[in-house]
């Protein structure tokens, strides 16, 4: 509850982020009273009243508990400063489990040791478990083989990061939503009948499908995610898209293998674009080629296209580089229309409201009882091919009327549907559908390609998007996590008072972080961004544990002037407890995300 309140002052909503990190946290929040009160159950078993044990435990475990609250707050909080697309995520995941784990520090701190007084009873002396022997034996072994175990150490170490060079990369996991969507595009000019046809057909195809239960066709709507330079608003007859209801997800496979049967069946459609999926951000790789020459940017994408489409496992491979339509080109004469008063303005406005019409602000309205109908004057569709007809169209000049092929010439050529510039510069887009497949494995395949590492000088390549995002998220969390455990150093020297064990605490992340990348190899998933929030999670995880065993260590060997292995067996044997049952509740908190347990696309 004080969570929420603080995500109400801070102006954060309910949201995706903001519930996984209440989510990821969950087992945070028990793990220092699970602390606390199994120190007060080791003191109850010693003989202790309730009372004595609930303040003798509480002020013998206050130093590890503040430190490993504090280590996860420094672990998170970084998170929250990250730039780019992964911060606009991550600002609000930081600050939302950073203050969560503040408020779990004050009820363990001041209401589990006053419950615990008043509520325990007293307890006898139980016989220590048999697998905590059975670990106890195994610690032995490895502080009296000590060369032994930093081998094995090491090459665990150096095995697990050669594994990670093996994992694929991504910036967000494919989802399993049980939506899905095709966009058909037909060529510039077709006629809202072909649309309508090709359609009809489409939806035939999709429907044929067993685990497609609904179909919605649009025709006529803007890109619906599209490429990052596509008008998202602009109506055209020869754009349609079909919105696809899947069945739920217990009831059929996942919806990548189903966007492939689609995409494979769709094949049979005659002259039109096919693009298969919602065009979310993990669905496709944009690639963007630059160039200030338009003849051999277009000559370049070409091969670049060709080559793209050779690539195995993609989907659709799909460019905004031939869309070309027919256009009336007027090429004025300049030195007759200057005697004649005539402006460029003007030919073009006469051309213009003789084949498409008046812009709607300057159209005569028909009055209906509950609308207005624009009236449009142009000339018929077959009129527009007839040049000797447009030539004598009338254009009004200084000095009177004049025919417009008396001052300018007319012809009929092509020309691309829309202009895109990336940097102010003339660009064309690939849409490259991932079709299941890692993005970093596909923009790694397509930076092999001949076209690709042999680009022409002036024309450069560019990759948006996805891509983009994921460059950024792998520079944003490698700067995060080498702050968060600056961050933890620091904390721990002020807590300990010293610049030497902060650092023994730190070695236990050696281990941890290569054992992330082999539990990715063995589930065989990618490094995206549930993985970085993974990593960022298991660095307060194994911080906790190893300030939960070294902090009783020093305090053996301070207080009580044990030997260094001696200090290490006694805190092995008392701290292992509360280390498995904080490691357990953590991962408990995280398990339900993890198998998909909840009514989301699951993809986290």
Same mark, same amino acid.
């Given at each position: 509850?004080?969570?929420?309140?603080?995500?109400?002052?801070?102006?954060?909503?309910?949201?995706?982020?903001?519930?996984?990190?209440?989510?990821?946290?969950?087992?945070?929040?028990?793990?220092?009273?699970?602390?606390?009160?199994?120190?007060?159950?080791?003191?109850?078993?010693?003989?202790?009243?309730?009372?004595?044990?609930?303040?003798?435990?509480a002020d013998e475990i206050g130093m590890a508990v503040i430190a490993t609250t504090f280590t996860l707050v420094a672990v998170f909080l970084p998170t929250a400063f990250m730039s780019g697309v992964p911060g606009r995520f991550f600002v609000q995941f930081?600050?939302?489990?950073?203050?969560?784990?503040?408020?779990?520090?004050?009820?363990?701190?001041?209401?589990?040791?006053?419950?615990?007084?008043?509520?325990?009873?007293?307890?006898?002396?139980?016989?220590?478990?048999?697998?905590?022997?059975i670990y106890l034996k195994w610690a032995q072994w490895c502080l009296a083989h000590r060369k032994t175990t930093m081998a094995a150490a090491a090459v665990f170490f150096f095995g697990s990061f050669a594994l990670a060079g093996t994992l694929p990369t991504a910036f967000q996991p494919k989802?399993?939503?049980?939506?899905?969507?095709?966009?058909?595009?037909?060529?510039?000019?077709?006629?809202?009948?072909? +649309?309508? *046809?090709? @359609? $009809?057909?489409? /939806?035939?195809?999709?429907?044929?499908?067993?685990?497609?239960? !609904?179909?919605?066709?649009?025709?006529?709507g803007g890109a619906a995610g599209g490429n990052a330079f596509e008008p998202s608003g602009a109506p055209e007859a020869r754009k349609a898209t079909l919105s696809i209801q899947l069945k739920p997800r217990d009831e059929r496979p996942r919806k990548q293998l189903i966007e492939d049967e689609l995409r494979e069946a769709l094949r049979v459609l005659p002259g039109v674009r096919v693009k298969v999926g919602l065009g979310s951000s993990a669905d496709k790789h944009q690639l963007v080629l630059t160039s200030e020459d338009n003849d051999l940017l277009a000559e370049h994408a070409l091969k670049v296209g060709q080559e793209l489409r050779t690539l195995h496992g993609?989907?659709?491979?799909?460019?905004?580089?031939?869309?070309?339509r027919p256009?009336?080109?007027?090429?004025?004469?300049?030195?007759?229309?200057?005697?004649?008063?005539?402006? +460029?303005? *003007?030919? @073009? $406005?006469?051309? /213009?409201?003789?084949?498409?019409?008046?812009?709607?602000?300057? !159209?005569?309205k028909l009055n209906l009882p509950e609308r207005q109908l624009p009236i449009i004057v142009k000339l018929r569709d077959d009129a527009r091919q007839d040049l000797?007809?447009?030539?004598?169209?009338?254009?009004?000049?200084?000095?009177?009327?004049?025919?417009?092929?008396?001052?300018?010439?007319?012809?009929?050529?092509?020309?691309?549907?829309?202009?895109?510039?990336?940097?102010?510069?003339r660009n064309i887009t690939f849409e490259i559908e991932l079709a299941g497949q890692p993005l970093g494995q596909v923009q790694a395949a397509v930076a092999e390609l001949p076209s690709i590492k042999n680009m022409p000088k002036g024309v450069e390549m560019a990759a948006i998007g996805d891509a983009e995002a994921m460059n950024e998220l792998f520079a944003s969390f490698g700067l995060a996590m080498f702050t968060g455990v600056m961050c933890i150093y620091i904390v721990l020297v002020l807590l300990f008072k010293d610049f030497m064990q902060p650092a023994t605490i730190l070695w236990a992340l050696i281990l941890s972080i290569p054992g992330a990348f082999l539990a990715l190899f063995l589930t065989n998933s990618a490094i995206s961004m549930p993985s970085m929030i993974g990593l960022i999670m298991l660095m307060g995880i194994a911080t906790k544990n190893s300030i939960l065993l070294v902090e009783y260590a020093i305090v053996s060997r301070r207080e009580r002037g044990m030997s260094r292995a001696e200090a290490l067996l006694d805190a092995c044997r008392k701290r292992v407890r509360p280390i498995v049952m904080t490691t357990m509740a953590m991962g408990a908190g995280m398990l339900p995300v993890a198998l998909d347990m909840g009514l989301g696309d699951g993809s986290f």
């Open positions: 509850i004080p969570t929420f309140a603080c995500m109400y002052l801070f102006g954060f909503t309910i949201n995706m982020v903001t519930l996984l990190a209440m989510s990821l946290v969950v087992g945070v929040l028990v793990d220092d009273a699970i602390v606390e009160i199994e120190n007060i159950m080791r003191h109850l078993e010693m003989g202790k009243s309730p009372y004595d044990a609930a303040m003798e435990a930081g600050w939302t489990a950073a203050v969560a784990v503040l408020f779990s520090l004050v009820v363990a701190r001041l209401l589990t040791p006053m419950m615990s007084a008043y509520f325990l009873k007293p307890r006898v002396a139980h016989e220590t478990p048999g697998w905590i022997n989802d399993n939503q049980s939506q899905s969507q095709v966009s058909l595009t037909l060529p510039p000019g077709s006629k809202f009948e072909q +649309t309508y *046809a090709l @359609a $009809e057909q489409a /939806r035939e195809i999709v429907m044929k499908n067993p685990n497609v239960t !609904l179909v919605y066709t649009a025709i006529g993609i989907g659709n491979v799909v460019s905004n580089s031939s869309i070309l256009e009336i080109v007027a090429r004025p004469d300049f030195a007759r229309a200057a005697d004649l008063g005539v402006t +460029t303005a *003007a030919i @073009a $406005e006469t051309l /213009r409201v003789a084949t498409n019409g008046d812009y709607d602000q300057a !159209l005569a000797a007809l447009l030539e004598r169209l009338v254009v009004q000049g200084a000095h009177g009327p004049v025919l417009l092929g008396s001052v300018a010439k007319l012809s009929l050529e092509s020309g691309p549907a829309q202009i895109d510039r990336y940097d102010r510069q």
